[in-house]
């Protein structure tokens, strides 16, 4: 079900000795320093390449990586070195149980054609660090192999469905492709390149104009290359719970990443396929969603209609609390004793400490101290998936969500009208709805969900504190941001002012914006341009 890359044979030579593998979607990287290791896998997210192919075409043999001194101690020592810290770590892990051990080791591995369903799995622990391909950089109408970027889940492609599945996504894909080229144009049309404004700077702004009003047609089944950093603990964790889950797509990768991990890290992932500790681990969180499910098949009852963004539960004494937890570790007070103060200050003296609390902030990244956590927001969301991949990567917070269904209906972008694509995008969404119907009959929800297009509503909900809202808030209203996801961001901004009435907090939040604009990358790439080439140019 992998598309197979090919190499030469020098190049094989050359990645042998810097990656796990050279033929699986699932490898680790070896030999690299972390510098190189973290730029790697910053381009990644913004190139249809893969990752070793980015390695060899824009990484391998340049100055500033000595290649020479990559190949680490001599074979003795580096037995000597292994088997010292395999014998210590066994010591602390095995026979004292100590936990923490297990985020002494890490690593770095390279997911490449998952699913958007399975992205969306891996990413779900908060303890690692993760790095997604975008859908707003490339055009995804660039077949892998020979066929379009997408996977045919086990289920499916062992099924009845198989052929029809293949014919339905491809039509799918095919329609992708005539839209995003059909805004290409139009979008130029519609802004003209600026003076000033360089041609690479331009046509990666409509480029990414385009992608973001064409997305909504990407079924969930989409793939994603996804670069992850994380502990020994952390992949322990995600791969107990990969192997729990309905989905064979995510059971097969979390044997394919079990396999490469233990290429550089064995000691710290001994326990995963223990049947006494991870295969118990597993055990008991399939028990668990298994039970919950007979429970919930039994609640028969239409959703309500609801906004796409509410504020379901908050801290009425929010600003209260925040005072008293600002002053407290600048005082010997009890924390009671503090709040009591507080709570019989006026409003005036409250708001002077929390704007003294929150400073004068220069930037986003700006954020006031930990007593900003003392509060918090439950929101309920019935957004777009698209917005949904990149609200759900803020993983501090608390945040839980549905299957991916259609009985919410769907967004269509105002471009889709405005190049004449309204009823092309509405049929192409109601034949969806009809194949979902026919793979949920023969499959069930859970492999329903990788037909359904990026369009397509999903309920979530997220909760987060004060201190996270400074974060999500401004980061995901920023001008370059998609403008779905700053839409669901301003509406929760709102919400914390006016239903929750906290008007002070709200206002330390200064650098959320509700502006609207039209080329929502272009400042963002001209500034980009500018620390490139700070003398300026319009070539």
Request: glycine fraction near 6%; aromatic fraction near 10%.
């Amino acid at each position: 079900m992998y598309v197979r890359e090919e190499f030469t044979t020098e190049e094989r030579s050359i990645l042998g000795r810097f990656f796990t593998n050279i033929d699986s979607p699932v490898f680790a990287l070896v030999n690299l320093p972390e510098v190189v290791k973290g730029a790697l896998f910053a381009r990644y997210s913004r190139s249809p390449k893969s990752l070793r192919r980015l390695f060899l075409d824009e990484f391998y043999d340049q100055p500033d990586i000595p290649i020479d001194q990559l190949s680490g101690e001599s074979e003795s020592q580096s037995i000597v070195s292994l088997d010292r810290a395999e014998r210590l770590y066994d010591r602390v892990f095995s026979q004292y149980g100590d936990d923490s051990v297990a985020q002494l080791g890490g690593a770095h591995i390279a997911c490449e054609q998952a699913s958007n369903i399975l992205t969306k799995i891996l990413e779900w622990g908060r303890l690692a660090a993760y790095l997604e391909q975008s859908t707003r950089y490339i055009f995804y109408d660039q077949k892998l192999g020979e066929r379009y970027r997408y996977v045919a889940p086990p289920e499916i492609a062992a099924g009845p469905l198989n052929a029809e599945y293949t014919a339905v996504i491809d039509w799918l894909f095919d329609e992708y492709s005539d839209l995003v080229h059909t805004c290409v144009p139009y979008f130029e049309s519609r802004f003209p390149r600026q003076q000033g404004d360089s041609q690479f700077i331009y046509q990666a702004s409509i480029k990414a104009k385009a992608c973001d009003s064409a997305r909504g047609l990407l079924p969930a089944s989409t793939t994603s290359n996804v670069g992850i950093f994380g502990s020994g603990q952390a992949f322990e964790a995600m791969l107990v719970r990969m192997n729990s889950h309905p989905l064979e797509e995510a059971r097969t990768y979390a044997r394919m990443m079990l396999e490469e991990l233990r290429k550089v890290i064995p000691s710290f992932l001994k326990r995963v396929d223990l049947p006494d500790r991870g295969g118990a681990w597993s055990g008991y969180f399939q028990q668990n969603h298994e039970a919950i499910e007979r429970i919930t098949s039994r609640i028969d009852v239409n959703p309500d209609n609801t906004d796409e963004v509410t504020l379901v539960d908050w801290d009425r004494d929010a600003e209260n609390k925040i005072a008293a937890a600002a002053l407290y570790a600048s005082t010997d007070l009890p924390d009671t004793q503090l709040q009591k103060i507080v709570e019989n200050m006026d409003e005036s003296t409250k708001n002077e400490i929390i704007r003294a609390y929150v400073g004068k902030r220069e930037n986003r990244r700006h954020k006031p101290g930990r007593g900003m956590e003392r509060s918090f927001y439950r929101f309920d969301i019935l957004s777009d998936f698209g917005s949904f991949r990149d609200l759900q990567r803020h993983r501090m917070l608390t945040i839980d969500w549905q299957r991916l269904g259609i009985k919410h209906g769907y967004l269509t972008p105002p471009a889709i009208a405005e190049v004449g694509w309204g009823q092309r995008w509405d049929d192409a969404m109601g034949r969806i709805k009809d194949f979902y119907d026919t793979v949920m009959n023969e499959h069930g929800a859970d492999v329903a969900q990788y037909v359904v297009p990026f369009g397509f509503k999903l309920r979530y909900s997220m909760q987060f504190n004060a201190r996270e809202a400074f974060h999500l808030l401004e980061l995901r209203t920023a001008q370059q941001g998609h403008p779905d996801y700053r839409r669901v961001c301003q509406l929760m901004h709102t919400a914390i002012r006016e239903k929750a009435g906290h008007s002070a907090l709200a206002d330390a939040m200064s650098y959320v914006d509700h502006g609207s604009y039209d080329l929502e990358r272009l400042e963002a790439e001209r500034m980009a341009e500018h620390k490139r080439n700070p003398k300026g140019s319009a070539d």
